[in-house]
Structure formats: structure tokens, C-alpha cells
């Protein structure tokens, strides 16, 4: 088991930038998958992103393709979300998740990660 922590997390402007960061402690050598997915008021969790840190695979929700980007430290304890051109539609919780051990795939569903951080509001606004 794993604990996430995430934090970086604000209000902004339509076309601001904000990384998030999701530290990663505990028997993080028993995971391999990392995730970050969001969840507007009243609306289910969604994918945006994920990397395997022993490979540095990533993959990108459609959605956000272009303006986000998913990523770790060299000491492979924490996870970035990078946020460029930020629009209203990003208003969300934002929550790292990370996928239970010898579970390998870039997974874009929320059931396949078994621990989760307390997440971070990211709000767009003018």
C-alpha cells in the first residue's frame, strides 16, 4: 500500500498554468502505475493522465492532449501534472491514484487504481 499526497492546487485565470504534484510514499516499489484523474461537482472521476515510472510510458486523455503533461521526479517519489492553457472546463478535483502491484498498464479506469490522494482543487475562472 501506498499514500498519495497531492497538492498545487488553485484559482487561476483562462489561460494560466498550474502543476500539481502528487508525492508518493510507502511501499512505493510496489507499484508501477500512476495516475491523475478529476472529478467536477455532481460529476463522475475522469482519466486525465498516467505514467509508469519504472518505463516513463505516459498517457494523456484526449481532452487534454497538447495542454497537459504527466511526469515524475528523478527520485521517482513524486508525480507532476504540468497544466498549461488552462480553461474553465478544467475546474475539478484533482486526485493521483496509483495502480496495485504487478499491475502494469497505463489504465484509464478508475477501479483499476487501488489507492488514492485527498486531491487538490483546481479552479478556472475569470
Known amino acids: 500500500q501506498v499514500h498519495l499526497v497531492e497538492s498545487g492546487g488553485g484559482t487561476v485565470q483562462p489561460g494560466a498554468s498550474l502543476r500539481l504534484s502528487c508525492a508518493v510514499s510507502g511501499r512505493t516499489t510496489t507499484t508501477s502505475v500512476w495516475g491523475w484523474f478529476r472529478q467536477a461537482p455532481g460529476k463522475e472521476r475522469t482519466f486525465v493522465g498516467a505514467i509508469n515510472w519504472r518505463t516513463d510510458d505516459t498517457l494523456i486523455a484526449d481532452s487534454v492532449k497538447g495542454r497537459f503533461i504527466v511526469s515524475t521526479d528523478d527520485a521517482k517519489n513524486t508525480m507532476y501534472l504540468q497544466m498549461n492553457n488552462l480553461e474553465p472546463g478544467d475546474t475539478a478535483v484533482y486526485h493521483c491514484?496509483?495502480?496495485?502491484?504487478?499491475?502494469?498498464?497505463?489504465?484509464?479506469?478508475?477501479?483499476?487504481?487501488?489507492?488514492w490522494g485527498q486531491g487538490t482543487q483546481v479552479t478556472v475562472s475569470s
Open positions: 491514484g496509483a495502480r496495485p502491484y504487478l499491475r502494469y498498464t497505463l489504465s484509464t479506469q478508475v477501479e483499476e487504481y487501488t489507492d
